[in-house]
């Protein structure tokens, strides 16, 4: 009996060793993991400023490093200014820009006006429609092409201004759109008529129909250039380290600062960016660097997980705040409001904006079920969209990476919409759709694969919305987790 006891003690002796030894083991861990992504701690009042105002530099410049990112993808494939990029065919999870459109046709012609005007040709809308907006480096809208924009689907020549250019010299018969900045890109997205592989084609083809080209070129038919990106990654997710700050300095260096923006010179001399001059940020630097985007990225997502509901007691938000519509709306002249904590949010999860929103499409954005909790790719979840969804052209559910806002690598597709082939209703019209690592009982029709081993995040379209949307007599129902 002794002996037994003694072995026993001697276990517990063992085991509490190792748990000490665990214990101490986790600790450890948990310090290395904190000190990785650690608060900065200055040695002096420079270092303190350097690190808060590469925090603000971040926050203030996300929409133009966004831009600058999905412009040097575009380079990759030979591709310059005053040439379009496109897709010719629905996106699939190698387009990783910022929640892109998987049911639409994608084209993106980048401007550069510094030798002069860019004129940008809209073709009516016949035998297609397109739905985008021509934007400025800041991703800020000019304005809206096509049924929602100037030439309300009749068609027609867009001619964009370089900043200061005298509106006289242009003869009639183009839409005159003056912007403030050299630099610039159009968001236009073919919209299709159904899923089926004809009307797919057709949307591609009707999107070819867009020419860009430099003004004075305009009487020598100039031929437009459309840069195929379906075969590559196109990848313009933001990088949260220290290389946003080299992306941010290459803006400094291209486009002068807009007069709103000048009271960001003198803070970004203090981090090393200054116009006309090299950027090379030493090591300790590069340490603030990395600590601060990583404190802009946190202070973004305390606002984005934070954003008041569409519907009272709903998970649906939409992204934008009030003062950030406004702001675009009215090209950022109203006096007394500047978004720019808004404005970083979007951006850090989107690009693209209409001058006129709600006219041609509307979102709605979720990142939890209808408890609170944030959706997580080992789960499954579904939701019933109701009967009778207010839109004109279409709807769609789309899933993104929580930590990317891109599209979930390697999935085979990305979402559904009324538009997709074999999508099922119920016999009161309404729609159930299922989210998770697996296909429900139901089957494949009205699912959207997970990443089981990270968070997402679903994007409602709403294409062609109608005064039911947002008045709200119809009301987005809430994702139920399953499992």
């Given amino acids: 009996m002794k002996k037994i006891i003694a072995y026993l003690f001697s276990l517990f002796l063992l085991a509490t060793a190792c748990k000490k030894e665990n214990t101490a083991e986790n600790n450890t861990a948990q310090n290395t993991e904190s000190s990785q992504k650690t608060e900065f701690h200055s040695e002096n009042i420079k270092e303190k400023m350097q690190y808060n105002r590469a925090v603000e530099a971040a926050?203030?410049?996300?929409?133009?490093?966004?831009?600058q990112l999905m412009y040097k993808e575009m380079e990759k494939l030979h591709g310059s200014y005053n040439q379009i990029v496109y897709w010719p065919g629905l996106l699939n999870w190698k387009n990783q820009t910022l929640t892109p459109n998987p049911d639409v046709i994608y084209l993106m012609p980048f401007f550069n006006t510094e030798k002069g005007p860019v004129v940008l040709e809209i073709p009516p809308a016949d035998g297609g429609t397109f739905n985008g907006s021509v934007m400025?480096?800041?991703?800020?809208?000019i304005e809206d092409v096509g049924p929602g924009g100037l030439d309300k689907g009749k068609g027609g020549k867009y001619i964009i201004l370089p900043p200061g250019y005298d509106k006289s010299k242009i003869p009639s018969g183009y839409f005159v759109m003056q912007s403030d900045t050299y630099r610039g890109y159009a968001l236009l997205r073919s919209v299709l008529k159904s899923g089926s592989p004809a009307d797919v084609k057709a949307a591609v083809d009707y999107g070819k129909r867009v020419k860009l080209y430099p003004y004075v070129q305009g009487s020598?038919?100039?031929?437009?250039?459309f840069?195929?990106?379906?075969?590559?990654?196109?990848?313009s997710t933001i990088k949260y380290d220290e290389s946003f700050y080299q992306t941010l300095n290459e803006i400094v260096q291209q486009e002068p600062f807009l007069e709103r923006d000048r009271a960001m010179i003198d803070l970004l001399k203090t981090i090393g960016i200054e116009r006309g001059k090299p950027f090379s940020p030493d090591a300790k630097a590069k340490e603030i660097f990395n600590v601060a985007i990583h404190d802009a990225k946190e202070w973004l997502i305390w606002n984005y997980e934070n954003i008041k509901p569409f519907y009272q007691g709903s998970q649906w938000f939409?992204?934008?705040?009030?003062?950030?519509?406004n702001s675009i709306k009215n090209s950022f002249q109203t006096r007394e409001i500047y978004p720019i904590d808004n404005r970083g949010v979007c951006y850090m999860i989107a690009f693209f904006s209409a001058k006129h929103l709600g006219e041609s499409q509307y979102y709605l954005m979720t990142t939890k079920d209808k408890d609170g909790n944030f959706l997580i790719g080992n789960s499954s979840y579904r939701v019933v969209v109701p009967a009778n969804v207010p839109v004109k052209q279409y709807w769609s559910m789309t899933v993104y990476d929580r930590e990317t806002h891109a599209f979930v690598r390697n999935m085979k597709w990305a979402g559904r919409s009324s538009q997709t082939p074999g999508l099922k209703k119920n016999s009161d019209g309404t729609v159930t759709l299922y989210f998770g690592p697996k296909p429900p009982s139901e089957g494949e029709s009205n699912w959207t694969p997970t990443d089981p081993n990270g968070d997402f995040e679903i994007l409602t379209r709403f294409y062609g919305p109608t005064p039911a949307l947002f008045d709200q007599s119809w009301k987005l129902t809430d994702l139920e987790k399953v499992n």
Avoid: H, M
């Fill in 220 to 225: 020598s038919s100039p031929q437009t250039v």
């Fill in 59 to 67: 926050i203030w410049g996300l929409p133009a490093v966004n831009f």
């Fill in 227 to 235: 840069v195929d990106a379906s075969k590559v990654e196109y990848n």
């Fill in 318 to 325: 939409f992204p934008a705040s009030a003062d950030n519509i």
């Fill in 136 to 141: 400025n480096y800041w991703q800020a809208a």
